[in-house]
């Protein structure tokens, strides 16, 4: 399996929903807009290091949110974000900014693995992606002996 991993600064932040504006035309949020606009900038200048894909991939995302200063003295470590925004939500901007840059569309996706946190004490607010794709874009449809 072929593994690269992209960090993204910042506190994650979910898609928004279409909304209506005043002239009955729908619109996407601008927080949204613009999160999406910096995750693929970032993920642009490290796409250096693969091509787009073109086969089955898996893809990882680790976010790590703001944590809150009632927990400043609780665990160091990364606590689970069990509250709001949803992970759905932070997980589809991930996916749509990667679109086009990491593989070739979202439908190329055939496995997740994501967790959403409070980030450690000895960290910032961040996300961490990671894309896994077999060497063989085939080796996921044979059947294991």
């Given amino acids: 399996m072929i593994v690269h991993d992209f960090i993204i600064d910042g506190n994650p932040v979910p898609k928004g929903r279409p909304r209506l504006g ?5 619109y ?16 642009q200048l490290e796409i250096g290091k693969i091509a787009l894909i073109k086969r ?6 680790t976010f790590f949110l703001k944590r809150p200063k009632r927990l400043a003295k609780a665990n160091p470590g990364p ?7 949803d992970l759905d ?9 990667a679109n086009e840059i990491l593989y070739h569309d ?16 000895d960290s910032k607010p961040h996300t961490k992606i990671t894309l896994k794709y077999p060497p063989d874009p085939f080796s996921c449809l044979k059947k294991k002996t």
Avoid: C, F, Q, W
């Avoid at 005043?22 to 729908?26: D, I, R, S």
């Avoid at 949020?29 to 693929?40: D, H, L, Q, Y």
């Fill in 79 to 85: 606590i689970p974000h069990i509250v709001r925004p």
């Fill in 22 to 26: 005043k002239n009955k035309h729908v």
């Fill in 89 to 97: 939500n932070l997980v589809k901007l991930i996916s749509d900014a």
């Fill in 106 to 121: 979202d439908s190329n996706i055939y496995k997740m693995e994501v967790e959403k946190y409070y980030h450690a004490l």
């Fill in 28 to 43: 996407t949020p601008k927080n949204t807009r613009e999160e999406e606009a910096r995750i693929k900038k970032i993920l």
């Fill in 56 to 61: 089955p991939v898996i893809l990882g995302i």
